[in-house]
């Protein structure tokens, strides 16, 4: 079911000193920052009065990426830490019902993003840990 890995999401407080380290110190390129608030976050990752702006960064020409997350609503005043894992998967509808069937815990149901792009959902391992499943459109 699953294609590859597509990136890991860390939580940051302060995301200038974050970009610094991994721009300047590990040569990562900035490829996109987005904020999100409203329903589509807030049901994605069922957080009323979310809003999230995220840094994605790569290592040259490689899928793989680094989101940080600076989360400013509600405030966050707790270590720095990973927010997530995510994953890109070939049927997230049929991989939804035998997440189901494991019993695992469900955040958000499979959802189109708002470009319309991609098909995602999270979900939480058996330890708790926020796993992101995203189907390509």
Not at 57 to 65: F, H, K, P, S, V
Not at 123 to 134: A, F, P, Q, R, S
């Amino acid at each position: 079911m699953l294609k590859n890995v597509r990136h890991t999401g860390i939580i940051t407080l302060h995301p200038e000193k974050q970009l610094t380290f991994y721009q300047k110190c590990l040569g990562m390129k900035l490829v996109m920052k987005k904020t999100l608030t409203g329903q589509f976050v807030e049901t994605l990752l069922n957080l009323q009065g979310i809003e999230l702006t995220y840094y994605k960064l790569a290592i040259g020409n490689t899928r793989w990426l680094i989101e940080l997350w600076h989360i400013t609503k509600p405030v966050i005043n707790h270590l720095p830490s990973t927010a997530h894992i995510a994953f890109t998967v070939k049927d997230l509808d049929k991989l939804y019902k035998q997440l189901i069937k494991y019993s695992v815990e469900i955040v958000s149901t499979p959802m189109i993003d708002e470009a319309g792009r991609n098909k995602l959902m999270f979900c939480k391992d058996y330890e708790g840990n926020l796993v992101e499943l995203v189907e390509e459109l």
